[in-house]
C-alpha cells in the first residue's frame, strides 16, 4: 500500500501578460516576424522565452491525507516552485490514477510529478500525461505494467504492518473493504521518528484506502519514459525498504537513501524532501 505518511497542501503562481495577433492601427509591446516597412535595429536580439517554471503536484499514500505533504510545500514555496496537493481519491488505482490525470489535464506547462509510498503506484499509472516531465518517488514504490503491490511484496519479507491494518466494509458502487493503521500501531510502524502526540494527530488525519490497491496494476508505467528520483527511507517498517531500493534501481531512478528515516518522512525530514523534489525541477528551469 501502499502504507501511511502524512501532511498538507497550497499553490502559488506568476502569470506573464502577452498580445499576438492585431488589428489595423493596434499596437503590441514586442513583435515577432516582421511586416512590409517594419525594421529591427541592426544587432538586435529577440526577445528571451520567459522561463518555464514547472508544477510541483504531490500525491499522497493511502492512511493519510494532502496535509502530510504540509512542510514539504512550505520548503518548496521558499525556493519558488508552485505546489499543488492533490487529494487522492483511495478508491482503487485506475480510478485514482484517472482522477489524477484530470487534475493534470488542467495545470498549463510541465509538471514534476510526487508520490508518496502507494502514491507511487498512482503517478506510475498516470504520469504518462503529456505535461510530466519528472517523476519523484518518496518511501514508495515503482511498479511495472500489470505488477501489483501483491506481487511486488512476494519477494522481499512482509511488511510488519501488514497484519496490524484495520478492514472495514463499504458500501458504495463496488462494494468492498477499506483498511485503516489503528492509532496504537501508528508511531511504532509509520512514524516512528515523530513524538507520540504529532504521530496520533496523523493517525486521527488518515483517510482508507480501499484493500483492492494491493492487487490492482497499472497499465502504464511512466517511468520507462520519464526520468524519475527516488528516496528511500532505511529505517521504514511499513513499506519494506528492499522493495523501495529494487523498484528505484530496476527505473534508473537517482536515488536518495536516508537510513535512519521512518514511512513518515515527509513530516519528520520536510526539507530533505523538499530538496529531492527540488532537484527533479531543475532540468525543466533554464538557466539553473
Known sequence: ???????????TGSTTGSTTGSSPGSTTGSTTGSSPG?????GARPAAAPVTRPTVVLVHDGCSDATSWFGVIAELHRRGLTVLAAAN??????????YLASVLAG??????????SYGGAVITEAGTAPNVVALVYVAAYLPDVGESYDALASRFSPSPLLPE???TAFALSDSGTELTVPSESFQPLVAADLDLEVAQVLAALQRPVAERVFTDTPTAAAWRSKP???????ADRALPPPMQRFTAERAGATVLEVPDASHAVAVSRPTTVAELIHDAT???????
Open 1 to 11: 500500500m501502499p502504507t501511511t505518511g502524512s501532511s498538507p497542501g497550497s499553490t
Open 282 to 288: 531543475r532540468p525543466v528551469r533554464p538557466g539553473t
Open 107 to 116: 495545470i498549463d506547462g510541465p509538471v514534476v510529478l510526487v508520490g508518496h
Open 89 to 98: 481519491p483511495l478508491r482503487g488505482l485506475a480510478p485514482d490514477a484517472a
Open 228 to 234: 524519475s528520483w527516488a528516496l528511500v527511507t532505511g
Open 38 to 42: 517594419s525594421t529591427t535595429a541592426p
Open 165 to 167: 491494518l484495520r478492514r
